[in-house]
C-alpha cells in the first residue's frame, strides 16, 4: 500500500480531463433520520465548490424511522442530481452499497457513511487522491472516536483483511472510501452475496493508498456494528 498518493508528470490537457470526470456519492441509510438533515447541509456545501459534475445516490436500507421520507424530500430538490434506492428491507452496509454501485454513473464513486462520523468535507481530499492517479483511495480513521472495544476489534479486523488481501491498510473498515468506475464494476460483476466490499476492491484495483481522515463521535442514534456484526464481517472475509 502507499502511504501517499502517486505522483503522476502531469501531461498537456489533464486538468481539463480531470475537471470533465463525473463524481457519485453512495451513502447507506438505515434508521439515521436524526442525522439526515446535518448531513446533507454538510455534504451539499461541499459539493457546490466539487470541480466535478456529481450526483448522489442514497440507499435507504429498510429503515424504520422516516429516514425515507427525508431522502425523498432531498431528491425532490435537487432536479435529478440526487436519487434515493428504496431496499426492501435491511440487507446490510456492504449489500446497501452494491446496490447503490449500480444505480451510480460517475466515473469516480465515493462511499461515505450516514452517520456523520467520517466527516463530508474530506471528500476534496480524496478526490484529489484519485486525481493523483490511484485506483482505490481508503479513509484511515486514525483518531477513532469510538469505544475501546470497537477499536480493538477493529484493529484484529484489519490485520486479517490485509493478511487474506495482500494489500496491508491500517483501516478497511472506514466507508469514507474513493473507487474508479472499473473497479466498482469489476466489483459488481463479482455478484459476491456476501460481500467485503474495500477488500474486494483492493483485490482488483493496481494502484492502492490510504489517507488520513477525519472521524469524529456519533452525533444521534446507535451504531449498527456490534462485536457479533464485526465478527460475521470477518467470517463474510473468510469464505466470499
Known amino acids: 500500500v502507499l502511504s501517499s498518493p502517486v505522483k503522476i508528470t502531469p501531461i498537456r490537457g489533464a486538468a481539463a ?85 449500480r444505480n451510480s454513473s460517475g466515473d469516480i464513486v465515493v462511499t461515505l457513511d450516514a452517520d456523520l462520523q467520517n466527516p463530508p468535507e474530506e471528500i476534496p481530499r480524496l478526490l484529489d487522491a484519485i486525481d493523483a492517479g490511484n485506483d482505490v483511495v481508503g479513509g484511515w480513521r486514525e483518531e477513532r472516536q469510538d469505544q475501546a472495544y470497537r477499536r480493538f476489534a477493529s484493529r484484529l479486523h484489519n490485520r486479517l483483511t490485509s493478511l487474506i488481501v495482500g494489500v496491508p491498510m491500517h483501516d478497511y473498515g472506514c466507508m469514507l472510501r474513493a473507487y474508479r ?41 446507535k451504531s449498527k456494528y456490534n462485536l457479533f456484526r464485526l465478527a460475521h464481517l470477518s467470517l463474510n472475509l473468510l469464505t466470499g
Open 181 to 221: 468506475r472499473h473497479i466498482v464494476d469489476t466489483v459488481v460483476e463479482c455478484d459476491e452475496k456476501a460481500a467485503f466490499v474495500p477488500a474486494l476492491a483492493n483485490s482488483f484495483a493496481k494502484r492502492v493508498t490510504e489517507i488520513r481522515v477525519g472521524h469524529e463521535a456519533r452525533a444521534s442514534g
Open 17 to 101: 480531463s480531470v475537471a470533465s470526470e463525473t463524481v457519485s456519492i453512495v451513502i447507506p441509510v438505515y434508521n439515521e433520520a436524526a442525522n439526515l438533515p446535518a448531513l446533507w447541509q454538510r455534504l451539499s456545501s461541499v459539493l457546490a465548490g466539487c470541480k466535478h459534475t456529481w450526483e448522489v445516490v442514497f440507499v435507504d436500507d429498510g429503515s424504520s424511522d422516516g429516514s425515507l421520507a427525508i431522502l425523498q424530500e432531498v431528491a425532490r430538490g435537487q432536479e435529478g442530481r440526487v436519487r434515493v434506492v428504496e431496499l426492501a428491507r435491511n440487507f446490510g452496509q456492504h449489500s446497501a452499497i452494491l446496490a447503490g454501485f
